[in-house]
Every structure is written in structure tokens, then in C-alpha cells.
């Protein structure tokens, strides 16, 4: 059996090399699919590794609450996510920031409404800046990180703002504008505290830490009017009555809502959504699409092998006449779809992390790699080569010895 596998293997690496810019193009047309896939399982993986990680910082004891919505659930993810005004029909208040406040296992909770608004100062004008309203207890439930200055406190939080760092630069032309004022709806606000450069741009709060300007809520209610609040975050002293607590928020909002279920609380994974939703979405289009790359690899790899057997006929019938089984015919042709396959899947494998690390040096996303990722990878080579491979295999072993030896080039 060992010489026989020998055998196989060396009658398809010489009937490969024998044709090598052929078995090249062929292996291309597979390494091309299978980029596409460790290119996909790449990105993903490392965005739900991100995901994933910033919910281990922030802790177990979070429950968020958020607008439900009527839509089906791929156009909810996509509009939560793409629109400024995905929540602006949400029912959510400050007063249920309050409420849930009250709730004796919650310790603090904090509201998250966010507005498109015009912000200047003396020089400069950003026309489109995101308004984050919240509590100043918001800062002590986020892990933020400040650059310069500090965040908001009771004393002084009807009259400062605290900035991102991108944000710093297009408004002032500086990194630490702390103690200088904006006009936001004709009113002055000091800065006094601008966060640092946050990396990670994907977070369940779904917030642009870099370009945000974070204020009261209460105050920027009194300027803008009907505000609306996207999201209540709220920590338990402990974490073992976190389903509790959060049936608890559910029966309580229940009740201030009229018994309308028109909102989600949400605890643990769950929490990840909308960004993992979408990140799902994204993912089986895009397998949709390398799948659509393999299957015209695969193709390939079959019209090679068909090619092949027609050329080979005449060896067909001598191998045949001297004792071949059909059996080790078939086995001959199907060991060269799977090394022309597994040559390709190498290639890819290679080229698909290429292209992971140059998409790494443009976006936040480091290149994820595990053996998950790689276990896949070989079975899907291994799939293609035995299911492009069988046919041509099988109409080899299916010759008849007398006609193929009559057959000539």
C-alpha cells in the first residue's frame, strides 16, 4: 500500500511538472479562492478578537439598554450602524436613567444620547460633530484615557465639554486646547479635558471617541430640545445577579412605557450587537463572494484534469494492459487534483495573509491567525480537489484498455 501511495505521488508530481505553467495557472485560480477565505477569517476574527477584548475591560456587570426595532433584523443592524438618525424615534429618556439608577443592585448608570450639531470657535468651525450627552458617571463606567485635562464633574458640568483628539486638531489646530472655549447653539463651553487616541474604532457604544464632544445631557436637552437617548448603560455590585438585575430594568421600564416592549436589555455577548451583527452580515457576503472564487478554481482544476486524461489515454491503456486496476487509475488522477489543490491552498494560505497584514497597516485590524482558521483552510482544499477531481478521475479509470491503446497524441 506505501509503495503504491509512492507511486501515485511521483506519476502526479512528474505528470505536474511535466506541464508547469499549466499547473501553475491551476493552482492560482485555487490560491486565489483560498486567499479570499484566510483574508475574510482573518479580518473577522481579529474584529470579534477586539470586540471580545473590550468587553473583558469594560467587565461582566454591564447590562445595556437599547430601542428596539420593527425592521428586519439585516436592515436594523445596517441603518444602527450607517445612520446618524438610526434612533430617532427611540423612547428611551433620561428619566429612565433615573429609574434604573434607583434599582438597588444597579450601582450607576449613565444615558447616552448622541447629536449632529455645528460647533466653532474663534477660528474654526466643524460642521458635522458628534454630541455625546451623558452624566458624569458615564466617565467612571468607561475605561477613557486622558490626554490632557479631566473629565466632568458636578461642579463643573453646565459649562464644560469635554473633546476628542481628533476633534482637538480640526477645532483648534492643537492637541491640548484645555482651559480654551466653542460655541455650541450660542452658548460658550470650556474645555477642559480632550481624551487620548483611541485605536480601536469598533465599540458596543458605537462612538467615535476621537471626533466626539462629550457634554451633560440635561444641558444639551436645554439646548437642542427632545433629545433622545440611544443607549443606558448600567454596572451591579455583583455579577451573579446580572440576569436578575436586568429583569428587573425590563419589568421596571415595562412599566414607565405603558407595557410597550419598544426597547432591549441586554447583558454578556449580547451586548456586542449591533457590531456583531453586522460583522456576521459582512462575513457570509463576503464567504458568498470567495466562495464564488473557489468554485471557478475548482472549475479550473477539473478542466485541467479532463485535459489530461484526453492527452494521457494512450498511458492509460498501457498501465491498464499491464495490470492497472481502474481503481489505481482513479487513485492516480485524484492524488493529482488534491496536490494541484493543496499546492494552491499553500499558495493562498501565503497570499492571503500577505493581504491580511497590508490591510493590517491601513485599518486597526491586526491579522488574526489560529489553527481554526488554517483547519479550515486544508479541508476546503481538500474539498475541492476531491470534488473537481472525481469526474476526471473517474472517466480515466472508466477506459476501456483496447480503445485507449489505440489512441494516439
Known sequence: MAML?????????????????????TCLGIAIGIASI????SLTGSISKLISSELES?????????????????????????????????????????????????????????????????????????ILGTTTDFFTMEPLAFRYGTALSEKNKETSVVIGH???????????????????????????GVLEEVTDSINFNNIDYNNILIMDVNVLNDLIGSLQVQQINAKVANTSEL????????????????????FTVSYGDAIAHPASSLLNIISGMLAIVASVSLVVGGIGVMN????????????????????????????????????????????????????AFFASSITPFAPYISWQILLIVFATTIGVGVIFGIYPAIKAASKNPIDSLKHYR
Open 38 to 41: 484566510i483574508l475574510i477569517l
Open 243 to 262: 440576569a436578575s438585575t436586568a429583569e428587573a430594568i425590563q419589568k421596571l421600564l415595562l412599566e414607565q412605557h405603558s407595557g410597550d416592549t419598544n
Open 166 to 192: 481628533m476633534l482637538s486638531l480640526y477645532l483648534f489646530n492643537t492637541s491640548n486646547p484645555v482651559g480654551r472655549t466653542l460655541n455650541f447653539h450660542g452658548q460658550r463651553f470650556i474645555v477642559v
Open 304 to 355: 485541467i484534469m479532463l485535459v489530461s486524461v484526453a492527452e494521457r489515454t494512450h498511458e492509460i491503456g498501457i498501465r491498464k494492459a499491464v495490470g492497472a486496476s481502474s481503481r489505481n487509475i482513479l487513485m492516480q488522477f485524484m492524488f493529482e487534483s488534491l496536490i494541484m489543490s493543496i499546492l494552491g491552498g499553500i499558495m493562498g494560505i501565503i497570499l492571503g495573509y500577505i493581504l
Open 5 to 25: 501511495f509512492r507511486t501515485h505521488l511521483k506519476l502526479a508530481r512528474t505528470s505536474i511538472k511535466e506541464n508547469r505553467t499549466r499547473s501553475f495557472l
Open 58 to 130: 469594560i467587565g461582566s456587570d454591564l447590562i445595556v439598554v437599547r430601542p428596539s426595532s420593527t425592521k428586519d433584523g439585516i436592515t436594523s443592524v445596517i441603518e444602527e450602524l450607517t445612520s446618524s438618525n438610526s434612533f430617532e424615534r427611540s423612547t428611551l429618556k433620561v428619566e429612565d436613567t433615573k429609574s434604573i439608577s434607583e434599582i438597588e443592585q444597579v450601582t450607576v448608570a449613565a444615558p447616552i444620547a448622541l447629536s449632529v450639531n455645528t460647533i466653532t470657535n474663534e477660528d474654526n468651525t466643524v460642521a458635522s460633530a458628534t
